[in-house]
């Protein structure tokens, strides 16, 4: 199983941006999608999360400026960045709760994508 990022760049203060984290390989079933973040001389801490039926968890740093959602068929979550602060910039992760089998519950990461906010 893999998680690919993708999205990530440089970006003005008051700007958007778009991530999306593609789950690929012998995935049977996806539970719960989200995004992580680490800036600099910090721990990662949680940006949002979305399960498998919508529910939405969202960190409130970023509530009411980010949207997390997600494709099923696509097995991809996407967040929706905007009104960007310098203070959002990070090394942005996805991870996903998923079975390989029925019978197996992991937690897989993707590799990272650089969000740079300019004041």
């Known amino acids: 199983v893999q998680l690919q990022a993708s999205g990530g760049g440089l970006v003005q203060a008051g700007g958007s941006l778009r991530l999306s984290c593609v789950a690929s390989g012998s995935i049977f079933s996806i539970n719960v999608m989200g995004w992580y973040r680490q800036a600099p001389g910090k721990q990662r801490e949680l940006v949002a999360q979305?399960?498998?039926?919508?529910?939405?968890n969202y960190a409130d740093s970023v509530k009411g400026r980010f949207t997390i959602s997600r494709d099923n068929a696509k097995n991809t979550v996407y967040l929706q960045m905007n009104s960007l602060k310098p203070e959002d910039t990070a090394v942005y992760y996805c991870n996903a709760e998923l079975k390989t089998t029925p019978w197996s519950n992991d937690v897989y990461w993707g590799q990272g994508t650089q969000v740079t906010v300019s004041s």
């Open positions: 979305i399960g498998s039926i919508g529910f939405t």
